[in-house]
């Protein structure tokens, strides 16, 4: 085992998996997130009508390794499939969604797989680290309030490209490649109805100049509650554009659109919630599985390393987590 623990920025799925790889390997290792919890954007919100997913709204598999996980994270309970009446939208039009690839969501929450991937490791939460540095054998972290963390034998930063590129300033080389990702914003609307909508529809892919999705919160499995409560999502040239507007303005428009779009009346609803991911999705997938300067201990991996879908994060993260045990 390492004499120093290894730090872990970030505690989404890519972060997680890297944790929970160095641990099963015999590594110790210490998290970091600036967050109150777990999960990145696939923590819930809490809210009056329970949890609410504004982020990651269901994932897929593709790779046999990450297929393989997930099933056995069904096994732990971690997670459920859904299956939506899924619609698709077009020039104001409804049609059922000829789509039929299984989706996974967590189980009852979204943040119900980081949590349980999470377990007993040592986390720091509420901590915004702010610089990584490396002094003659171990690595420094310093936070927003100026606080220092370490020592520590290497750092894994598994954060959005923006802030990753700012914490690998010591590794010239990757900080350049993870300041090329252009990130895309995303606005997310939830809103809570004391009366269930009149619909069948439970998820929808929309083509539209604002919104880009509609789901059903209470069609997923585990989530229950007084509110029939929905959740929207700007589409990603929408968001850019307005990045900055004011929550309700985003509610009133995103709200419009969706009354415009389902086949029902839409009253007024209880309760709205808007939250603003600066750094939703990358804007291109890529190819780099994880960056990795060995020589130095330092290390990044994200969605943004590969497709930008949580499978991309879960196998970037597998991937920094490898090359990391190769190089000690």
């Not at 929970?20 to 109150?36: N, Y």
């Not at 709205?272 to 890529?286: D, E, F, I, K, M």
Request: net charge negative; with cysteine; hydrophobic share 45%.
């Amino acid at each position: 085992m390492s004499k120093a623990p290894i730090a872990i920025i970030g505690t989404g799925i890519a972060g997680l998996s890297a944790a929970r790889t160095l641990h099963e390997a015999g590594q110790a290792v210490h998290l970091f997130d600036k967050s109150r919890g777990s999960g990145g954007r696939m923590a819930s919100k809490r809210s009056d009508a329970g949890s609410l997913d504004l982020g990651a709204q269901y994932f897929t598999t593709r790779d046999r390794r990450f297929s393989e996980t997930v099933r056995q994270w069904q096994t732990q309970g971690w997670v459920d499939q859904w299956s939506p009446n899924l619609f698709q939208a077009s020039e104001g039009q409804l049609r059922p969604s000829a789509d039929e690839q299984l989706r996974w969501v967590g189980a009852p929450t979204m943040s119900a797989i980081t949590r349980g991937l999470l377990g007993e490791l040592p986390v720091t939460f509420n901590c915004r680290i702010t610089e990584v540095f490396r002094g003659e054998r171990f690595w420094t972290l310093v936070d927003a309030n100026g606080a220092s963390h370490g020592p520590f034998s290497q750092v894994v930063i598994a954060a959005p490209a923006p802030q990753a590129a700012a914490l690998l300033s010591a590794a010239p080389k990757l900080a350049a490649v993870a300041a090329s990702v252009a990130m895309e914003p995303t606005w997310a609307v939830a809103l809570g109805f004391a009366t269930p909508l009149d619909t069948t529809l439970e998820a929808c892919f929309v083509q539209d100049d604002a919104l880009d999705w509609v789901a059903r919160n209470r069609s997923k499995p585990g989530r229950d509650g007084d509110f029939d409560t929905w959740v929207l999502h700007g589409t990603s040239h929408w968001s850019r554009q307005h990045v900055d507007l004011p929550k309700e303005a985003v509610t009133e428009r995103l709200l419009g659109a969706f009354a415009e779009l389902i086949d029902c009346v839409v009253p007024a609803p209880e309760f709205t919630v808007a939250h603003r991911w600066l750094y939703a999705r990358p804007a291109q997938g890529h190819e780099w599985n994880a960056l990795a300067d060995g020589g130095l201990g330092l290390y990044a991996c994200g969605d943004w390393c590969l497709s930008g879908r949580v499978e991309g994060a879960w196998l970037s993260g597998q991937e920094a987590a490898r090359r990391l045990l190769e190089n000690l």
